[in-house]
């Protein structure tokens, strides 16, 4: 018995070995790792975008220009042939100062191109509307006045894109540089400068104003002076003495041909 016992014991043994073997092996199999499938994905930004071809916020991913068409200068076709000067106006529009200056436009038969910032267009909508209404050009002049060329990219397109909508853009202080034209291009603009600046922003006295305009007035150039951003009585008032005396000698002063989009 105890021989028979025994070798029962061992045969016991010996399955349970066997069975404990084949279940390790397949636990084994079924702990094999799988492939992990994000491997396959785009690796992505916190926003979503795929790091491999980042586009600005609400960017289409086609060329800008295509889109947008650069239109032509917008002086080439008024001046071409005539004796012209362009008053601009910055900063706009004021509820003060913009219907005095619309006013001294119109009593001497003058247009000008007002480059306005989308704050204040937003604050005074119905200023917009009559600086059109009374044969003028608006044009941009970003939403909120900033130097341009310190700004992030995302910033720099905010303000160039989101701006007054119109197919002219004067960047704030004449700051600008490769990026910020090339912004004004994609956003289907062209960059207007200036070629006389009598200080008007600076407030150096009515006479000094209108003494610097006819000084440096020529044909075919862009005459800076502001409606917006400060007291802006000394250019009504320097804008009453120098346009009926370049009025007599032969100026007219159409608006650019700044559209609105």
Not at 44 to 53: D, L, Q
Request: proline residues 9%; glycine residues 8%; aromatic residues 6%.
């Amino acid at each position: 018995m105890t021989r028979k016992f025994a070798a029962f014991v061992t045969t016991l043994v010996a399955l349970a070995a066997l069975g404990g073997w084949m279940m390790a092996t397949a636990v084994g199999q079924q702990r094999q790792p799988h492939a992990a499938a994000a491997t396959t994905k785009a690796t992505t930004t916190p926003s979503g975008t795929p790091t491999s071809a980042p586009t600005p916020s609400g960017t289409p991913t086609q060329k800008p220009s295509s889109v947008h068409p650069v239109p032509p200068n917008p002086t080439t076709s008024v001046a071409s042939g005539k004796k012209v000067l362009f008053l601009t106006f910055d900063d706009g529009p004021d509820p003060t100062w913009t219907p005095q200056v619309l006013a001294t436009l119109a009593k001497y038969g003058a247009h000008a191109t007002f480059f306005e910032l989308g704050e204040m267009q937003a604050e005074h909508p119905g200023l917009r509307d009559q600086v059109l209404a009374a044969g003028n050009a608006i044009g941009s002049h970003s939403i909120s006045h900033p130097q341009l060329t310190k700004l992030s990219a995302a910033q720099r397109h905010h303000q160039i894109f989101d701006g007054p909508q119109s197919t002219c853009f004067r960047p704030p202080y004449g700051a600008t540089n490769a990026k910020v034209r090339a912004d004004i291009k994609a956003a289907g603009m062209v960059q207007v400068l200036w070629d006389v600046d009598p200080r008007d922003w600076a407030r150096p006295g009515t006479s000094v104003i209108a003494h610097n305009i006819l000084t440096h007035a020529k044909s075919g150039r862009i005459v800076l002076m502001h409606d917006g951003g400060g007291n802006r009585a000394q250019t009504v008032a320097a804008l009453e003495q120098v346009l009926p005396v370049l009025k007599a000698q032969g100026y007219t002063f159409p608006a650019m041909n700044c559209r609105q989009r």
